[in-house]
């Protein structure tokens, strides 16, 4: 089984960055690939960015592209998300999630498909 703990949301002007971070434990051997996804009120829970664990291989939703990155530190088993010249729109709670399947060198875009999350921390992007 694997755990995954997201830290570093808060509350951040638009522009700002902020950078959160997933702490993984337990089987982490398993894990394929790692996602972001956010939920925003009212709305469904949808993909931001996620990369293989083992190349780094990445994928970005529109929406973050040129202001997302995501990073790793195997050794410590982390993923970090930074995020870079924040929106109001990036208002949401924010989560981790790993995917065990092997699907190549694809990343699924789908929350259907990860098999663990974490709790989620919230960014708050005023204007």
């Known amino acids: 089984q694997v755990q995954l703990v997201e830290s570093g949301g808060g509350l951040v002007q638009a522009g700002g960055s902020l950078r959160l971070s997933c702490a993984a434990s337990?089987?982490?051997?398993?894990?394929?690939?790692i996602g972001w996804f956010c939920q925003a009120p009212g709305k469904k829970r949808e993909f931001s960015i996620g990369?293989?664990?083992?190349?780094?291989?990445?994928v970005y939703a529109d929406s973050v592209k040129g202001r997302f990155s995501i990073s790793r530190d195997n050794a410590k088993k982390m993923v970090y998300l930074q995020m870079n010249s924040l929106k109001p729109e990036d208002t949401a709670v924010y989560y981790c999630?790993?995917?065990?399947?092997?699907?190549?060198?694809?990343?699924?875009?789908?929350?259907?498909?990860?098999?663990?999350w974490g709790q989620g921390t919230q960014v708050t992007v005023s204007s």
């Open positions: 337990g089987s982490t051997s398993s894990i394929n690939a």
């Open positions: 999630a790993g995917d065990k399947y092997y699907r190549g060198y694809i990343i699924s875009r789908e929350e259907k498909d990860y098999d663990y």
């Open positions: 990369f293989i664990w083992n190349d780094l291989t990445t």
